[in-house]
């Protein structure tokens, strides 16, 4: 029978989960293959996996240590872990080895780790820029991974070690830090090493961390003056610069709108919605849940990217979501999925699921491209390629993938998105499962005393039916939980062949089914997936009169390679026929849509600038393909809102 | 009879027009009243008139001599006698008198002249960035209309004296500089003097000038190398910097594209018409029309304003004008007035008076509140109040008229052309008079040995009747050339009550009656003004669905006061009707359009974001107000462009 859901959900470890599909699994392996050894190679070369050793770093030679040098080969190391957890690969466990080798070698007696030859006076010291903490919290992400995937505790010891030091220097204690890192991670990184250990403190430290952030008075404004700064890295410049860029400017309990730079927000708010879980604090989460509505009822792009101005890579006010010019760093994207992910254990609600599933599969996975080697940092809705030519509003804007950035923040964290995958996509409750993403493969649960198979068979998201197979080793019951995604409607679900109603149990995004569960027993769902025409809320200023296509989970863009110059003024009529069609060899395998469109003839213009009176219309073709594998052929524009007619 | 014009044209001086209307007579009063007494007294606050006594200066109490300082008060010298010249007002003359005096006790023997004590060895030495030359050119502008004014020698002789040693400076002998300013403005301002003194070697200097900018091996590439810069103001950041910022990427005459800095550029070109008016030199007339076309036909915004973008404030690519974020300079708006006027003389085609009426009528007087005493620097299309709180793209996008800015170059501008504004209307040909445009008013001509009167009564740009009489001495034979606008279609005419068909009678936007003129004789010149729908070429990414409204020569927006928030939403109905009435108490006496718009109802949105199917509309009321007169009432929300259903 389909009955109401229970609501208290945890996370099938990644560890559990089998991704065997048409369209993860050729980008998991070419995450194996081609990136995770690729941004080895490029760290090896830059000097990252040196950097540990203090004393590398000649002055005169130039090219210094970066700051979050230790946070970019740990998000490797995470990422790696994960990838050999579920595929060995002996090659790459042994560069996985040898980065965790180079990391410890430089971790000085007490713990202190980093990459830069920091003056023992100096630690800590400028905890707004350095990002001392930020770096510490992905090693212990990293350590945590590596625990999980080899079971091996060389780097989690180490990282306790440093949590530690922390512990004992942080806090209100005679002669301890009352202060926070400039960039949030450690929050969340200590949830997971007292996950990991049981260490009670690294919660508490996290709480700390979480609590103090922002209050008066103000930590970094202290310690800027203390260090005779003009603001963080020299941006006191800013236009109403205030410590929203590093979540100082109030303590995030009273924070009532998203604010400053994203990631930052993001991962703190991934962070106390941890600390909220692990705590009950009520409090706690009722910030999380105001801040998500800030995020994803009035400052997200239909892409599911957040941070939509490059100045500061902020959120900037409600509805200012610029298509030209939008920033949606892809680290961003992550840090949403991070925090939806956290939001739906905490709350089991289809909401946080379709937000997950909306970055996912498009602002998120537009920022690497398909060869596994080319990658965006800003994840922006619209390009035109002549305006990056000029000025600086569209400095951030690429029209072609890139192979590397300068601050490489964004490709080791979609590495390690793409490599943990599985830990995504099920959720235990105490009575039995739930499954929020459809993604062919399987996983293995408890139920009661019972290990339960369960199987999805699906060509998701571009096709509309899931098979669900469900193998207990011996009959027992306990509850299926389904997700119907928000953008479907009329899903359909069968069990064993036998129609099942859905209406009035879908509740809260999820419908649930309770039974005795046979081996062999067969759930089939259908998502129906007609194309969409997407409206904005009108307050969205660029998006008035246009709409975004979009099919089941996947939002389209339209691209000039297929669609000729000027994309601005194509017309979609409003009673257009869109049909949808996958294409095996288009773009690694895509559904596309086409369909005719109208755009302004250039008949009767001349050398004109302006006129009076009406252009002539004529009808072409369209084809629109998914937004997250725009640029991987010729580059050119590319717009996502169509205007309709 | 009417007959093809000839086309041979020279303008009539301000001395010799009479403005009498009820749209520019009380801006004129209220910017000799008010902007120029103001103007003045904030000069003289901030230290502008004793600027020129090189020793008033104190290191050490900061607030140095700026650059321009010698240019800006040279300009409102020059806008105050274009006043005095047709209104005298002997407070105003006491202080142009006192503002002279003290500009030329600061000269010294050889004839230099500089707002900065600046030692000699320094003098043209960094020509790129101090603006010397820029400055004593608005001086030389300034001695003209003063002699012009009243009669007065005084700056005129110092002017030469200046000149003079320019001329002895400049060029390419022995120990002569071979370089040129980095901001044109002295090439026009030469030729005017020359015509003012029929000193040649003024004219040969300006030539000069216009001829070496550009040139291999680039000047200003070998000065910064010699005073050890790194770029004009340190801008070497910026991106794709190359000299196009002083109009030194290239020789004028090589040039294909207007580029670079909007003011240089158009302040250039006017000096280079100059140049081919007195010298014949067909190769650079002809790089003006190529120059003109590129600005007017591909970069111009539909209000005549010019130079897109804020970084630079610059020229960017064809098509390239984005509205919330658009720059257009309100002394590049000028300068566009200033070049086509130039270009009108050269080739009496109504395509340049044209885009001198649209500019004035709507990017030069946007620049000036009905207060007289509040300015717009920039003159965007689009105004979202809270995008100016966030980030940088919109950093000198105002939504409130301002009451001066730290670089003044438009407020003494913007008096300028208001006060000299006589000199735009009419010019005379070998054979008679050409009226450019329809102001209230009049002026005094020979014809042969007969001075002849002609008055213009009419409510333009308001009302479509124009009433031209004609009071010869006595009755003599000439022509009188009459624009008939681009804009206007069914343009008619009655010579005393008779009409006469203007069919095959307009050349080049002019139609010419030919006839021995009687005193007493009228036209009657009746320019329709429906309201018309504006098209952007389809390649204006940025209106690709939208129209913008105007009548005659007026363009329209849409203020929150009068339309509410979200103007972006609204929708105008392709059959809507649009209907003009004149408000007399509104905004000084507008003509306003009113008519049905739709938006999108909030309701079914609540706090979605997106949603997929159509959003209900509702028709509500617009209003829409002169753009060159918004910004006068409660600050909010603007749009020119509005999208078109």
């Known amino acids: 029978m389909l009955t109401i859901c229970s609501r208290q959900l945890a996370p099938v470890p990644w560890t559990r989960v089998e991704i065997a599909d048409r369209f993860w699994q050729p980008r998991r392996e070419t995450n194996r293959t081609v990136t995770l050894p690729l ?29 979050i040098w230790v946070g970019d080969i740990s998000k490797w190391i995470e990422a790696a872990c994960y990838s050999l957890g579920t595929r060995p690969d002996a090659e790459l466990a042994a560069l996985v080895d040898h980065a965790v080798e180079s990391m410890l070698k430089g971790q000085k007696e007490d713990g202190y780790l980093y990459s830069n030859p920091l003056p023992r006076e100096w630690r800590f010291a400028n905890l707004q820029e350095l990002h001392e903490l930020y770096d510490i919290g992905h090693g212990m992400e990293a350590a945590v991974a590596r625990l999980q995937a080899t079971g091996q505790r060389d780097m989690l010891d180490a990282m306790c070690r440093y ?8 806090g209100h204690g005679e002669g301890q830090i009352p202060g926070y890192d400039g960039h949030p991670e450690v929050e969340l990184a200590l949830v997971k ?11 508490d430290l996290a709480k700390f961390f979480v609590d103090e952030r922002g209050r008066e008075p103000n930590y970094f404004k202290q310690e800027m003056e203390k260090i005779e700064r003009d603001g963080i890295f020299h941006m006191g410049w800013y236009k109403n610069w205030n410590y929203s860029y590093c979540q100082a400017h109030q303590p995030l309990r ?37 801040l998500w509505r800030s995020v994803t009822h009035r400052r997200m792009y239909v892409t599911g990217g957040v941070g939509s101005s490059p100045h500061g890579e902020a959120f900037t006010f409600d509805y200012d979501l610029p298509n030209e010019t939008g920033y949606a760093e892809t680290c961003a994207n992550i840090a949403l999925v991070f925090f939806a992910h956290r939001m739906l254990q905490l709350e089991a609600d289809g909401e946080y699921a379709d937000v997950m599933e909306r970055a996912l599969y498009n602002g998120v996975m537009s920022g690497i491209g398909l060869d596994g080697k080319s990658f965006f940092y800003a994840n922006h809705l619209t390009a035109y390629p002549q305006s990056t030519l000029v000025g600086h509003a569209a400095d951030h804007v690429a029209v072609r993938r890139q192979g590397w950035f300068g601050c490489a923040c964004c490709p080791p964290n979609i590495a390690r998105l793409i490599s943990s995958l599985g830990g995504y996509i099920y959720s235990t409750a105490p009575d039995g499962l739930f499954i929020h993403l459809y993604v062919g493969g399987s996983v293995t649960f408890q139920a009661g005393d019972t290990s339960v198979k369960v199987t999805q068979r699906t060509d998701y998201p571009w096709d509309e039916k899931v098979v669900i197979t469900v193998q207990p080793e011996i009959p027992c019951e306990f509850t299926l939980g389904l997700r119907i995604p928000g953008w479907c409607r009329g899903a359909r679900l069968r069990l064993n062949g036998k129609s099942l109603s859905l209406k009035d149990f879908i509740d809260r995004g999820y419908t649930c089914i309770i039974r005795e569960w046979r081996p062999g027993d067969t759930v089939e769902l259908i998502l129906p997936m007609p194309i969409e025409r997407i409206e904005a809320n009108p307050r969205v200023r660029m998006n008035c009169g246009k709409v975004a296509l979009r099919r089941g989970p996947v939002v389209y863009c339209l691209e000039e390679i297929d669609n000729g110059k000027e994309l601005a003024d194509l017309m979609l009529p409003r009673d257009a026929e869109l049909t949808a069609e996958y294409r095996p060899r288009l773009l690694g395998g895509s559904v596309v849509i086409r369909g005719k469109a109208l755009r302004r003839s250039a008949v009767g213009w001349n050398d004109a600038l302006y006129r009076a009176g009406r252009s002539k219309v004529k009808e072409v073709d369209i084809l629109a393909v998914p937004y997250a594998r725009w640029a991987n052929r010729t580059p050119g524009e590319m717009i996502v809102w169509i205007r309709e007619r």
Chains 1, 2 share one sequence.
């Open 39 to 67: 941004e080895y190679e490029i760290n090896e070369k830059n000097g990252v996996l040196d950097a540990y050793v203090w004393d590398w770093w000649d002055p005169a030679k130039g090219n210094p240590p970066w700051r």
């Open 163 to 170: 949590a530690d030091l922390l512990d004992a220097t942080f």
């Open 193 to 203: 090493l007292y996950r990991a250990t049981g260490e009670r403190r690294y919660l």
């Open 254 to 290: 009273e924070q009532q709108e998203a604010f400053g730079h994203a990631v930052r927000a993001l991962y703190l708010y991934s962070g106390a919605a941890d600390v909220a879980a692990e705590t009950g604090d009520a409090e706690l989460l009722d910030t999380c849940r105001r």
